[in-house]
Every structure is written in C-alpha cells, then in structure tokens.
C-alpha cells in the first residue's frame, strides 16, 4: 500500500515523510490505488490533512471539526489544489464559473471569493427568502431568510479581485432560471456549484438548471449545505427522502450522473488515524462536496457511500446534527 502511495503522489510522499511521518501519509493507507477519481479524492485528502495539521489556525489540531459550520467550503482548497496537480481541468480551472444558489447574506460568497481569487462569481436567490412551498420542516418557513436586494452591496464587496464582474439572478427560481439565461448571461461551464437553498423543489429547479443547460461538465464540483439537515432532524439514516439530498439523487438518475465523493461526510473513512473523528480527514466536517465523474451513463452513481451504520455513528457523533436533533426535539 505504501508503494502505491508513493507511486501515485511522489512529492506529497517525500514532503509528508520529511514533516510527518506516519500522519498524512497515513491518510493515504486506505488507497485502493485504483482508478483517476480516486487518486485524485486521495490527493485531496492528502492536501486537506497537510494543511490542517500545520495551520495556526488549527489550534485543536486534528480536532474533530476542523472548519466548522459553513466554514467546510474551505475544504475546496484542497480539492482544487489537487485538481491543478492532476492537470486535467485547465479549461474548467480557468474558465468555469463558481455557481451559488441561495446567497441571503453573501457570507458564503464572501468565502467563495476567498478560495476561488479571481474566478468569476454569480449568486442566484428570491433576495425575498424561501418561497411558498417550504412547509416549516427544519423550521424553514416561507419568507424566511429575506435579505432584501443588498446585490449592488455585495457587488461591490466581492468585486475587488475578480476577474469578471459578480453577477446576480434576482427571483424565484420557477421563473427565474429560464431556458434563454446562459446565453443572455454568457455563462460558462461550473466549476463548482454552491446548493445552499433548504427545499428539495429550490434545489432540484437549480440542479436541473445547471444539467439542462449544459453548464455542468466532467469535473464539475458540486456541494450541499443542508444535506444532513433533515435527515440529523428526523434522526433518520434515509438521508435520500427529502431536501438537497432528494434532488441530488433525482438529478444523478434523471441526467445519468456519476458522481464521486471528494470531500465531507458522503465517504465514511473508518481507516484514517485516530478514526473519522479522530484525525484531519477531508471527509470529516459538515457538507458533502461531489465531483462529476460522468453524465448521461445508464448505470448513475450519487457518489455517496456511507452505510446505514456509517451515518447512525456519523450522526450520533457530529455536534451540529446533534444540535440540530435537539432543536427538533424541542420544537415537538
Ligand atoms: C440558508 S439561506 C442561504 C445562506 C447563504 N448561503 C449565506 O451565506 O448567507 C437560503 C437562501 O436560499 C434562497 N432560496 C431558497 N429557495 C429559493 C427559490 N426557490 N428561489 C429563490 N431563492 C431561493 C432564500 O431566499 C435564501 O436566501
């Protein structure tokens, strides 16, 4: 295993044996050493664990919740340090636009400015809150969320360094994601697709968006904010019943996705030292990132595969769907 190691990572073999031996090399033992995706998931974690085990900021290192709360999306730094270092993605690296769907505050594209420098940015939402059909499960009710039209604001804000000007799609998406928009925005193909949108209907009309207009591309990473929010509400292992996670898997089937696990908990690494929560796994943290392996394949793949007792122990463990299974409780 170690040779396989070694032969698929050289440098990070040599730098991790020089400044932590056993540690983030270690990461690497569960290597099936097998195919492209897999490497590259792996060269993430690498990066991710190379990271948070030297970063001041990681004062708990190798804590459980390394990156905590909507913090996860910084994980993406690894992911796409791993995606130059495979030189595959030059176009979409270069090119791609960051897509984010649900902006509310713009904290997270603050963020995603941050990780992503200078790619171009461009923020879908009612600016009006959630719309009429969320039916109050996980306290999402209508109206919630309304920010009012702060886009001039945030254009402003996240300007400064990017290469194209941050653009905004104001409405609700039953009207706003019309057939005509990418060429009349003259988008380009997603990089990385933000789902920060609560509703299974918010995010399947923005996943099939992004699919029908053909913005989505071998390569393209796409995550979830809110995939184990109704499944820690509910105390339930059916993580697919509802939600962000609903349209994900309806999305992988209707469009023929496969998908693969590059990051969060859709990957349960039992192997890594100390445990998943013992260590600075990529997988630990709050949301899912998946990349795009494959679209219009007959045998589709949600790239998520934690068992049902994978996610009993990831659920009993996570502070925040535990918070979140307390709320609900107290809500009852
Ligand atoms: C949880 S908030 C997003 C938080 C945000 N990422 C931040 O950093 O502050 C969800 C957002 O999704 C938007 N949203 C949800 N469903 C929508 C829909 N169908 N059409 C337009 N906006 C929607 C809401 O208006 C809300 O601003």
């Known amino acids: 295993m170690a040779f396989a190691a070694k032969r698929c990572f050289p440098a990070l073999f040599f730098l991790f044996r020089a400044t932590s031996p056993g540690f983030c090399t270690a990461a690497l033992a569960g290597a099936p050493g097998g195919s492209f995706w897999e490497n590259l998931a792996l060269r993430a974690n690498s990066h991710h664990c190379e990271l948070c085990r030297t970063s001041p900021q990681s004062a708990e290192k190798g804590a459980p919740h390394y990156h905590q709360g909507p913090s996860w999306r910084l994980k993406l730094r690894s992911v796409i340090a791993a995606m130059q270092e495979s030189g595959n993605f030059a176009e979409l690296l270069g090119q791609g636009h960051v897509y984010q769907f649900g902006v509310f505050s713009g904290w997270t594209m603050g963020l995603l400015r941050r990780v992503f420098g200078r790619t171009c940015l461009v923020g879908f939402d009612s600016f009006e809150g959630l ?3 969320a039916d109050g499960t996980a306290g999402w009710t209508p109206g919630l969320f309304n920010s009012g039209d702060i886009r001039d604001m945030l254009a402003d804000q996240l300007d400064s360094v990017g290469r194209c000007k941050t653009r905004f799609v104001k409405g609700f998406f039953n009207t706003s994601l019309t057939i005509g928009l ?30 029908a207009s053909g913005l989505v591309q071998v390569g393209t990473l796409i995550s979830y904010d809110d995939w184990w929010v109704i499944p820690c509400w509910h105390n339930s292992t059916n993580v697919f019943d509802d939600g962000e996670t609903q349209a994900h898997v309806e999305i992988a089937r209707k469009y023929g996705v496969r998908f693969n696990c590059v990051s969060g908990p859709c990957k349960y690494i039992s192997e890594a030292p100390g445990g998943f929560f013992g260590r600075c796994t990529i997988h630990n943290g709050w949301g899912p990132i998946f990349q ?5 394949t007959d045998h589709f ?13 990831w659920e009993a463990r996570n502070y925040e769907c535990i918070e979140m299974e307390q709320a609900s409780k107290n809500k009852s």
């Open 182 to 211: 990418k060429d009349e925005m003259k988008l380009q193909p997603a990089l990385y697709i933000d789902i920060d949108v609560d509703l299974y209907i918010s995010s399947i009309q923005a996943l099939d968006f992004m699919f």
């Open 292 to 296: 795009v392996v494959e679209i219009g």
């Open 301 to 313: 793949d949600t790239g998520f595969t934690m068992s049902p007792a994978d996610i009993s122990r």
């Open 131 to 133: 719309p009429e059909e």
